[in-house]
């Protein structure tokens, strides 16, 4: 049992993402129901309506305020469900709360599970989408009052986000957000990466509007814009980013074929240095290809662990059958392949014409090709 005490932080037991904390008779009924069909949550409530089979059900029982407990629950757990009135809740986490960007989803539910309210964290913590799971799992009503969510327009900092885009700035979240939500002119510019990011049954708004050039949204004057692309924009362009945000989609393929021993920093340099000389930008990489006896070269995968990236690799055999525009008797000596780094991109991203077909430096060969869009 947790023994919440003021001086330090409740020692509790992760074992899930998202936790359920109930203090009530009907909330602890109500959270061992949920707890049976939201599986991937974690379940505390007050000792004092102990039934007997909390160990077997792994059930964390705790006495003293829930105020002590939540700052633990806080650092822990990607969404926190709480079966105690809205009131409260607002009291209780707002001396611990911090940034949009690192607090967790809170999602509150009444006594009775008749309304299920997505209280903090809506977009980035995930709550939105946690109220409406919820909701059906107990046959509840959803609240859900963020404007863009309410509206069926584009949530402006998940644009993107179950593609894994990411922004290069979230200085002007704010204020393009403030333009969607308010109906405003709104230019999108897509150069690469997922089309399906309009997931509402209803058409786009018509005053957010698909244009073809960054150089042609320019012209449109809009209140705000969205860029997807993985380039680096030019000076001119830049003046589009006034008030807006440029999205990164996960589209880059880097191929690698190297020495063996070959240390992460000579290939990390290499990689960043290349993508830099095509303009390119770092956070569009999707993945790292290479052929299979390279597959467990430390030097490459100190690199992938860094930076997150995927990290495939091909049988000299399907190598070969991949267009090569320069094949080396040498490689096929040492490898079975008459190249690595330039078909492995082939190979991944589907591209007829590569960004890079392949350059040399020092003990690394890299070829660089971008997913069609």
Not at 173 to 202: K, R
Not at 287 to 294: N, P, R
Request: aromatic share 8%.
């Amino acid at each position: 049992m947790i023994e919440l005490k003021e001086e330090e932080l409740a020692p509790i037991k992760q074992s899930h993402s998202y936790a359920i904390v109930a203090i009530t008779k009907h909330g602890v009924e109500l959270s061992r129901k949920l707890h049976t069909v939201f599986t991937n949550s974690d379940l505390y409530y007050m000792s004092k309506f102990e039934k007997g089979d909390e160990e077997h059900r792994q059930v964390q029982l705790f006495s003293g305020s829930v105020r002590m407990l939540l700052p633990a629950l806080f650092k822990q757990y990607k969404g926190i469900i709480l079966i105690i009135s809205l009131g409260a809740v607002v009291r209780m986490i707002a001396p611990i709360l911090k940034d949009k960007k690192t607090d967790p989803g809170i999602v509150v539910i009444d006594d009775k599970g008749e309304n299920v309210i997505s209280v903090l964290s809506g977009h980035l913590g995930g709550a939105n989408e946690l109220t409406k799971e919820v909701a059906a799992a107990l046959d509840a009503k959803a609240i859900i009052t963020t404007a863009s969510d309410v509206q069926k327009t584009i949530p402006v900092d998940l644009f993107g986000s179950r593609f894994g885009w990411v922004w290069d700035s979230a200085e002007k979240l704010t204020p393009v957000s403030a333009s969607v939500v308010n109906e405003e002119h709104v230019a999108i510019v897509q150069e690469s990466g997922e089309q399906n990011w309009w997931t509402y049954e209803i058409p786009l708004p018509e005053q957010i509007v698909v244009y073809p050039s960054i150089d042609g949204a320019l012209q449109a004057k809009p209140k705000a814009a969205l860029v997807v692309t993985h380039r680096q924009l030019s000076q001119t362009e830049n003046r589009i980013l006034e008030n807006g945000i440029v999205y990164r989609p996960k589209v880059i393929a880097i191929g690698i074929g190297c020495n063996r021993g070959t240390s992460a920093a000579e290939i990390e340099q290499v990689i960043v240095e290349t993508v830099a000389e095509l303009k390119f930008s770092l956070k569009s990489v999707k993945a790292i290809c290479t052929i299979s006896i390279k597959k467990d070269e430390i030097g490459l995968l100190e690199v992938v662990q860094k930076y997150g990236w995927e990290f495939v690799y091909y049988e000299p055999k399907e190598l070969n059958q991949a267009k090569i525009e320069a094949p080396s008797d040498t490689v096929y000596k040492y490898t079975g392949a008459y190249g690595v780094s330039e078909p492995a991109v082939r190979i991944y991203t589907g591209a007829e014409q590569l960004e890079l077909v392949k350059k040399k430096s020092g003990n690394v060969t890299i070829s660089v090709g971008v997913i069609p869009f």
